[in-house]
Nanobody, 122 residues
Framework: QLQLVESGGGLVQPGGSLRLSCTASGSIFRINAWRWYRQAPGKQRELVAAVTSGGSTNYADSVKGRFTISRDNARNTVVYLQMNSLKFEDTAVYYC???????????????WGQGTLVTVSP
């Protein structure tokens, strides 16, 4: 069974930093792209950052210059989200998403993690 597990969330003061990790497991042949989403209380889930298999990245305007998404080139099943200069409005549950995971059987599926809570507060 394909699975994504996030880690690294927690409580941080405004201006601080956190690094989220997402690790995939299961019968994976290839993960073509990774995305990080977040959902704040009372709000819709929004795309925060994305990285393609070729390394191209995209960011929401609200996090540009502060967040960095990166793949672990040594381990193709891990992706990170480095979050700097955190603000109150970054408080949310952060979800890892792999929209196109190719299994060893050749099938393609979308996989979501369970989410990790990031709270920015004094």
């Amino acid at each position: 069974q394909l699975q994504l597990v996030e880690s690294g969330g927690g409580l941080v003061q405004p201006g601080g930093s956190l690094r989220l990790s997402c690790t995939a497991s299961g019968s994976i042949f290839r993960i073509n792209a990774w995305r990080w989403y977040r959902q704040a209380p009372g709000k819709q889930r929004e795309l925060v950052a994305a990285v393609t298999s070729g390394g191209s990245t995209n960011y929401a305007d609200s996090v540009k210059g502060r967040f960095t998404i990166s793949r672990d080139n040594a381990r193709n099943t891990v992706v990170y989200l480095q979050m700097n200069s955190l603000k109150f409005e970054d408080t949310a549950v952060y979800y890892c998403n792999a929209p196109s995971v190719q299994s060893v059987r050749g099938t393609y599926v979308e996989v979501w993690g369970q989410g990790t809570l990031v709270t920015v507060s004094p």
